[in-house]
């Protein structure tokens, strides 16, 4: 049987030794590759461009180009890959900004190795990622107006109660294999699926339905 090839990560951040944590955390698991490590946002996109990452993992909070503005820079380049955020329980403000950058997720830096590798590994597969910990306090800077609101209930209305389902289950964090499993129906229905949520939300990704979900009482965050 052939071995899949690893994922491939580049890292950002500002402090040596986070980088270098990071990096010990992910090579000590088979299906990880570091190809490169940036100590600021602004060297991103041209770091992206020369080494190819499957995935960007980067600290929030930087000297001179913030994780949000790096993840706006390299969001308009075509075929970019993902970016999942560092961040602190302090860092709320930036973080909703990485998010409408285009960021598919964001994880606290304390977090578990084992999480760590789950939050890239998913990422890395087009999904999203919002570490529960903190998604209650990101979503009060990310709320959506009163008349916005109205729409969205409007929106949710065109929902079937299969759509409904997968879009709580995606916003609990579920993968597309773990909705399929759930809901006992292929991984390529759970596509279509999706597909349709975001087209009748006018979402843009999946970061984006998991903020929805949040925000619209389909999901109650942890505390």
């Known amino acids: 049987m052939t071995r899949a090839a690893p994922t491939r990560v580049l890292l950002v951040d500002d402090q040596p030794l986070v980088r270098s944590g990071l990096r010990m955390i992910l090579c000590s698991e088979e299906g990880f590759e570091v190809v490169g490590d940036c100590a600021d946002g602004a060297e991103v996109v041209a770091a992206?461009?020369?080494?190819r990452p499957d995935i960007v993992v980067m600290d929030v909070r930087m000297k001179d180009v913030d994780g949000a503005e790096a993840t706006r820079r390299l969001r308009?380049?075509?075929?970019s890959p993902p970016v999942l955020i560092l961040t602190t329980f302090n860092d709320d403000?930036?973080?909703s900004g990485a998010l409408r950058a285009g960021a598919a997720g964001f994880l606290l830096k304390d977090a578990p190795g084992e999480e760590i590798m789950r939050?890239?590994?998913i990422v890395a597969a087009g999904e999203a990622y919002l570490d529960p910990a903190v998604t209650a306090r990101i979503l009060a800077?990310?709320?959506?107006?009163a008349a916005s609101d109205v729409t969205a209930q409007a929106q949710l209305r065109e929902l079937t109660e299969r759509e409904l389902e997968v879009l709580q289950l995606i916003g609990r964090g579920a993968s597309n294999l773990e909705v399929a499993e759930r809901l006992v129906i292929g991984e390529g229905t759970v596509k279509t699926h999706?597909?349709?949520i975001f087209d009748k939300l006018e979402l843009r990704d999946r970061a984006a339905a998991?903020?929805?979900a949040f925000d619209h009482g389909l999901v109650h965050p942890r505390r």
Do not use: H, K
């Open 48 to 51: 992206a461009d020369q080494l």
């Open 76 to 79: 308009r380049q075509p075929g």
């Open 93 to 95: 403000e930036v973080l």
């Open 119 to 121: 939050a890239v590994r």
């Open 141 to 145: 800077a990310y709320r959506v107006s």
């Open 194 to 196: 999706i597909t349709r």
């Open 210 to 212: 998991i903020v929805f």
